[in-house]
């Protein structure tokens, strides 16, 4: 009940600002190093009310009895709460739960799709079914398992029929998103070739896709080039794997397959471009 003290107290406490003079002395009290700003309405109203002076430049509590009675539990019971900073907060905190949320089901919703495309195609024998299950895979980003199903389910047999059997009108752009997904993964042996044929026939005859032809083209482009270094014949490998990488920069495959070749030609640094390219 001290004169003084209830001076700053009223002071403070029924000021206008009381949250801005607070703040700033509440930097003060922590130590924080606050230069004196003679023009500074908020520094001048706490000077004004005793609670801090300056001293070699810089703001100090005035004594150490202001220092032990305005402490930091005075600060907190008398700043306002800042609503909005709750509020934002709260908000925050909801959005981040929401996207949480939506991401959970965003997961498990793809989780379900992908199982039914691999229980789909693991529970028939229909080339079109299993052709509309990869490629459901592939576009919901499961390449992985695509090409599991693919490679470890299937017979070698089995992958030769898949295309031979399937309808290129009723899965056309189904059956070119599951060659695009695969055929870059295949070596250059007589098995893999004639796969490589068989992706390449149906989709000569699909309508309305323009992927497919060039895919169908380049495809057959890569098989000459195959065809060519099996006979030895490496300059003219070369020239047809530079042509499939013109029409098509972004398969391993073939940018693997000239490098083979240009090592049988004795050209190591063409061969190590193409290796580091793949």
Do not use: C
Not at 85 to 107: A, C, K, N
Not at 126 to 136: M, Y
Not at 155 to 172: K, M, N, S, Y
Request: negative net charge; aromatic residues 10%.
């Amino acid at each position: 009940k001290e004169t003084n003290l209830q001076f700053v107290r009223d002071g403070v406490e029924n000021s206008p600002r009381r949250d801005k003079l607070l703040t700033l002395y509440r930097q003060v009290y922590t130590g924080k190093e606050i230069i004196e700003d003679k023009r500074s309405p908020d520094q001048i109203r706490l000077k004004l009310f005793g609670l801090v002076r300056a001293e070699d430049g810089f703001l100090q509590v005035r004594n150490k009895i202001y220092h032990q009675v305005f402490n930091l539990d005075w600060i907190k019971e008398n700043t306002p709460v800042d609503w909005s900073r709750y509020w934002i907060g709260m908000l925050t905190i909801l959005g981040v739960l929401l996207i949480g949320v939506i991401g959970f089901f965003t997961y498990w919703q793809k989780q379900q799709s992908a199982q039914t495309y691999i229980d789909n195609f693991r529970e028939t024998t229909s080339a079109d079914v299993r052709i509309t299950s990869l490629a459901g895979l592939f576009d919901l980003g499961e390449e992985e398992q695509a090409k599991k199903l693919f490679f470890e389910d299937l017979t070698p047999e089995e992958r030769l029929r898949l295309f031979q059997e399937a309808d290129p009108q009723a899965v056309g752009t189904q059956l070119t998103t599951v060659v695009k997904g695969i055929y870059t993964d295949l070596e250059n042996d007589e098995t893999n070739n004639n796969l490589l044929k068989a992706m390449a026939q149906p989709l000569e005859a699909i309508e309305d896709d323009t992927r497919a032809g060039k895919l169908a083209t380049e495809i057959e482009q890569w098989l000459q080039g195959r065809a060519f270094f099996n006979q030895d014949e490496y300059q003219q490998a070369v020239g047809a794997y530079t042509l499939v990488i013109a029409q098509n920069d972004h398969n391993p495959g073939t940018y693997f397959d000239r490098g083979i070749a240009h090592t049988a030609l004795n050209q190591p640094e063409q061969a190590l471009a193409d290796f580091e390219k793949a």
